[in-house]
């Protein structure tokens, strides 16, 4: 199986461009991940891309098979992953055009598998354990790092820290909904982040969410709410940037090997029933 070490969850703007990328299908036992991986050189690091919601953008937040997605990065070696997504911002000083690097998340979707300790048996006939996996701090303190001194490399103050809250989609929120989620002390809403974290820290992997501001959410501003065509505009606006901060993040991560941060230990003194690919 092709080798790679890091992971970008993401979509084809991040990699289409990159010379010598392949192409490779992976099966999983929970079934086809969103797309294809796309393996290619980056900084002289070995990196898997995967386009979230497929490369023709064609799979909705609540029907990707994030288990899949997950299971396919660590079968071809990744055990490090940057997630950089589209979010609104829940504050009006966190404006279209915002990086944020969150520290915490809350899950508020409703009908997705999130978890690969569902004693539910692999095709091998290893079943897995029930296991209570440690996601106190859901991302990778040295991944935030690398993201947080990345983006300021390029001139782009990131916010340090913030709750990404995470709902089921794909409608964007109602004013009620995101004057609730400001309320609570919440800085951005997105659709994806959960349980991409949480499946990534259940298979021992080190996770990181960037998140870019497309709009400010329905509580936040005071026009009509959120539409498509301004998400679209500002995403289209940041994605180079974007993407010049996501390769500098890659280049900054540290050697796989040597890493020893929380991820690595969440499943100390657990016997997970199954072995992870
Ligand atoms: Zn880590």
Known sequence: MANAEIGV???????????????IRVETPYGPPSDSLYLGELAGRSVAFLPRHGRSHTVPPHKINYRANLWALRSVGVRQVLGPCAV??????????????????????????????????LPDGS???????????????????????????????????????????????????????AAM????????????????RELGLCYTSMALVTDLDAGAETGEGVSHTEVLRVFGENV????????????????????????????DGWDLGIELP
């Open 9 to 23: 969850i993401g979509g084809s703007g991040f990699y289409s461009f990159l010379e010598d990328v392949s192409e």
């Open 127 to 181: 079943v897995p354990n029930v296991v209570h996996t440690t996601f106190a701090d859901p991302y990778c303190p040295l991944g935030r790092a690398a993201a947080m001194g990345a983006a300021r490399g390029r001139g782009w103050e990131p916010v340090d820290g913030g709750t990404m809250v995470v709902v089921e989609g794909p409608r964007f929120s109602t004013r009620a909904e995101s004057l609730f989620h």
């Open 240 to 267: 180079g940037r974007l993407r010049e901060v996501l390769f500098d993040a890659v280049a900054a991560l540290p050697p796989t090997e040597s890493r020893d941060c929380l991820c690595t230990h969440a499943h």
């Open 88 to 121: 609104g911002g829940l504050r009006t000083e966190y404006g279209p055009g915002t990086l944020l690097v969150p520290d915490q998340l809350v899950d508020r979707t409703k009908s997705r598998a999130q978890t690969f300790f569902d004693g539910e048996p």
């Open 185 to 200: 002390g919440w800085s951005v809403v997105g659709m994806t982040g959960h349980p991409e974290a949480v499946l990534a």
